[in-house]
């Protein structure tokens, strides 16, 4: 999706499955196991690698992967005036033909917003471009313009003039679990995939343990990790505001829009980070929760979604962990 790193790179997490993790934390016997196999390319403005412990099939894999990526870019990217979202938004008609994946996607953006009360909402695009995040500067944007898009039968549609779509905060999941089938069904049974920050693993690190990845510490210039997840048929993704943002006086300001006030959510939020079996799941609620802003922890409860909020503090960060992910902490 040619969404630019800077607008799709904002889940801000450090992959740590491959061999650097197991030198730092296996133990020394461990060290001898057969290192990851890693490929890597470029989609969505972002770069995308998989970590393999098993070299078959490798040749055919990478065009598989990247050919995968390339048509869900034509779908969903709204920096694309060919793509069918950019289609939909440039407003020649209310009501489009659609492949079922995107049916797939906005629907389930239409329910993630339904069951957040609207903190993920898809047809806020033009709020974001407001105030210099995304690429929709045209049409119009209001709360709860999410209640005003129609999907289903191979269509979406619009029921009021002038609203867009943008899929950003749930398509890298949508792709990433893609990605995942993919691999699946070449018979692999034990990868990483990082898609520009967005994580999805399954079976084991060549050590034998569940793969690791990395939280990074989300507040801007500083280094370090804030926690690390063992994951096995778990993706996660991070909302965050330290690579999208800037400041003015005492306030940061993100790419997080909150819908009901047309701004950038105004919290001490600076991430949350989301574990679900399903990347579209994790990736829709992580916007959705970072949205929420204060309210997010009781929304995750609420709901039971395993996240992990880190909340700025006079001394740091807090940490509040909300449904099971706390099982998935190492």
């Not at 980070?273 to 970072?290: E, K, R």
Request: charged residues 20%; hydrophobic residues 40%.
């Amino acid at each position: 999706m040619r969404f630019r790193s800077d607008f799709l790179d904002r889940r801000r997490f450090l992959s740590l499955g491959g061999a650097t993790f197991a030198l730092i934390a296996a133990p020394a016997y461990v060290r001898g196991a057969a290192p990851v196999v890693t490929i890597s390319g470029t989609a969505f403005g972002t770069g995308w690698s998989v970590s393999l412990s098993d070299r078959t099939g490798l040749p055919g894999l990478k065009p598989q992967l990247q050919q995968i990526l390339e048509r869900i870019d034509l779908a969903f990217s709204p920096w694309r005036d060919d793509s069918t979202i950019g289609r939909f938004n440039a407003g020649k008609v209310d009501e489009a033909v659609v492949t079922d994946e995107v049916v797939t996607v906005a629907g389930a953006a239409l329910d993630i917003a339904e069951a957040s009360d609207g903190r993920f909402d898809p047809t806020v695009g033009p709020m974001v471009a407001r105030w210099g995040f995304g690429p929709i500067d045209n049409g119009k944007a209001h709360e709860g313009g999410w209640r005003e898009i129609r999907v289903g039968n191979g269509h979406v549609a619009r029921t009021s003039a002038g609203l867009t779509l943008d899929f950003c905060g749930i398509a890298k999941g949508y792709a990433l679990d893609r990605m995942a089938d993919a691999l699946q069904d070449a018979g692999y049974k034990d990868f990483l995939i990082d898609l520009g920050g967005e994580l999805a693993a399954h079976g084991r690190h060549p050590s034998g343990r569940a793969w690791h990845v990395g939280i990074e510490n989300p507040l801007p210039d500083t280094e370090g990790l804030e926690g690390v997840l063992q994951l096995d048929g778990m993706a996660v993704a991070t909302s965050g505001d330290r690579s999208n943002g800037y400041d003015i006086g005492n306030r940061r300001y993100s790419h997080i829009i909150d819908p009901s006030t047309g701004e950038p959510v105004a919290s001490t939020l600076a991430s949350v980070s989301v574990a679900m079996p399903a990347a579209m799941d994790a990736d829709g609620w992580a916007t959705a929760l970072m949205a929420a802003g204060p309210a997010g922890p009781d929304l995750a409860r609420t709901k039971e979604i395993p996240a992990l909020f880190l909340i700025r503090t006079a001394g740091g960060l807090t940490r509040v962990m909300t449904g099971d992910i706390a099982r998935y902490l190492v």
